[in-house]
Structures are given as C-alpha cells and as structure tokens.
C-alpha cells in the first residue's frame, strides 16, 4: 500500500525559515514524481511543483518558482518543502502527492503551516 | 499561465445526475483527472485519464472529455457525494507542469 506520511502541523513567524517534510513508503520512491499542493485557509487547491528522486529533476508552478525550494533525499524516502522567509500569505495547508503518469495519485494527510507574528 | 475553469457550485437533489464542467485550451491533448475533497478532508482521485475509475470509486461516478471541455458526471448522486471537486491538467508545454481548476461545491439537497 502507498503511503505517503508528512511531518506535524508548524507555527512560525514571518521571516523565519521552514522545511516540511514527506515520507513515501510502499512503492519505488526513486520511480514516480513526487510533489506538494498548497491549499490556502477556505481556498482550492494549488499544484505548486515536482521532483523526481531518481535524478532530482524538478519543475515549479510558475507561481511558485522562486519562492520555494522542493528536494529529494532518495536514501530515506523523503521529499522536502522549503522556504527561506516565510510571510504570513505562506499560512496554509501542505499536501505532499506523488504522481502516477502526469498527475496526483496519491495524497499525504497535510501539514498546516501557519505563519503568524 | 495556463487556466482550468470549473462552475463554482453544482446542486442537485438526491438521486438525480450531476455533471460537473472543466475547460481548457490543452483539454484536446491532454488527460483531466477528478478529486473529490471533503471538508477536512484530503483530495482522492475518483476519475483519472478523463475517464478511468480507481478501484473503490463507486461505478455512478464517471468521466468523459471532448474538445476543450471535461466532465465529471455522478448518476444518482447521493448525500454523501457532496463535496468539492477539483478538475486537474497538465499544459501543453510538455514539462509535467500541473494545474487545477478552481473547484466546484457539489450540494446535494
């Protein structure tokens, strides 16, 4: 069974770095694309960008390039989201997915990230 | 940038049919997949390549695309499947990048 499990619920301040993380279990994790969506307070989802673990090849949502950083470490299973300066527009909930074909397949359960003075 | 454009709500009474929209320029050339999200709920994908069924997904729950335009069809929808469903695509440029639409609020009253 694919798992995909994401690291605990954050409150940071603005200006403060971040690093969330997910751990795949279940399947090849150095095979599939794996990748966040953000999901702002009452809002839809966005697709902000992917990785693949085998050779750490990633794209960004032009909204997203620039503002965050997606990593990989293939020696535990585990894809990394990452800001440098968090703002409090950066509140919202954080799905890790990982991608069969060119789209989610499966999802994470979420990690609230709330950025707040 | 690229733009997936869904009604913002649906509402239907219980057993009748539901269709959902999606549109897009890429639509002709590329798959739409369907999530479902309940409220605090994660996403789960119910309809993937526009009309394929994950297994669990229950058979009144259906896809279909043509042109510019897909659609996520419930027949008989039921209480339960009020939600928010989200449209989802790639564009046309070839480089994995995803999109989704905006979302659709299913009530089924």
């Known amino acids: 069974e694919v798992q995909l499990v994401q690291s605990g619920a954050e409150v940071k301040k603005p200006g403060e770095s971040l690093k969330i993380s997910c751990k795949g279990s279940?399947?090849?994790?150095?095979?599939?694309?794996i990748g966040w969506v953000r999901q702002m307070p009452g809002k839809g989802l966005e697709w902000m960008g992917i990785?693949?673990?085998?050779?750490?090849?990633?794209r960004y949502s032009p909204s997203f390039q620039g503002q965050v950083t997606i990593s990989a470490d293939k020696s535990i299973s585990t894809a990394y989201l990452q800001w440098s300066s968090l703002k409090a527009s950066d509140t919202a909930m954080y799905y890790c997915?990982?991608?069969?074909?060119?789209?989610?397949?499966?999802w994470g359960q979420g990690t609230l990230v709330t950025v707040s003075s | 940038s690229y733009e997936l454009t869904q009604p913002p709500s649906v509402s239907v009474s219980p057993g009748q049919t539901a269709r959902i929209t999606c549109s897009g320029d890429a639509l002709p050339k590329k798959y739409a997949y369907w999530y479902q999200q309940k409220s605090g709920q994660a996403p789960v994908l119910v309809i993937y390549?526009?009309?394929k069924r994950p297994s669990g997904i229950p058979e009144r729950f259906s896809g279909s695309s043509s042109g510019t335009m897909a659609t996520l069809t419930i027949s008989g929808a039921q209480v339960e499947d009020e939600a928010d469903y989200y449209c989802y695509s790639t564009d046309s440029s070839g480089n994995h990048r995803g999109v989704f639409g905006g979302g659709t609020k299913l009530t089924v009253l």
């Open positions: 390549e526009d009309s």
């Open positions: 990785i693949y673990p085998g050779d750490s090849d990633t």
């Open positions: 279940g399947y090849s994790f150095t095979s599939y694309w």
């Open positions: 997915v990982r991608h069969g074909h060119t789209a989610p397949f499966n």
